[in-house]
């Protein structure tokens, strides 16, 4: 069993910071990309941001300069450290996880269950 569980989600105003967390956890060999999704209502799931196990982070131009995406191996999370929030922002943000649970098998995508992060005020 895998499990990718986050934290850190909330209600911001405009301007604020947030900072959400996800630790994998269960039967891992290794963790290949990490990376955080947005769901917003009525919207399609979309990239935010990932990072490789080597630590190169991409990010959704409408995120740049704003969102910083980074992780630690020996603990297998990944943190996404949002600045200057917009109500655009505003979205249920969704951990993904490329994990092999074992040394000969590919990796396989996992999720988390989400966090809502509100921006409003």
């Known amino acids: 069993q895998v499990q990718l569980v986050e934290s850190g989600g909330g209600l911001v105003q405009p301007g604020g910071s947030l900072r959400l967390s996800c630790a994998a956890s269960?039967?891992?060999?290794?963790?290949?990309?990490m990376g955080w999704y947005r769901q917003a209502p009525g919207k399609e799931r979309e990239l935010v941001a990932t990072?490789?196990?080597?630590?190169?982070?991409s990010y959704a131009d409408s995120v740049k300069g704003r969102f910083a995406i980074s992780r630690d191996n020996a603990k297998n999370t990944v943190v996404l450290q949002m600045n200057s929030l917009k109500p655009e922002d505003t979205a249920v943000y969704y951990c993904n996880a490329d994990i092999r649970r074992y040394r000969w098998s590919f990796s396989s995508s996992y999720w988390g269950q989400g966090t809502q992060v509100t921006v409003s005020g």
């Open positions: 990072i490789s196990s080597g630590g190169s982070a």
């Open positions: 269960g039967n891992i060999f290794g963790i290949d990309a």
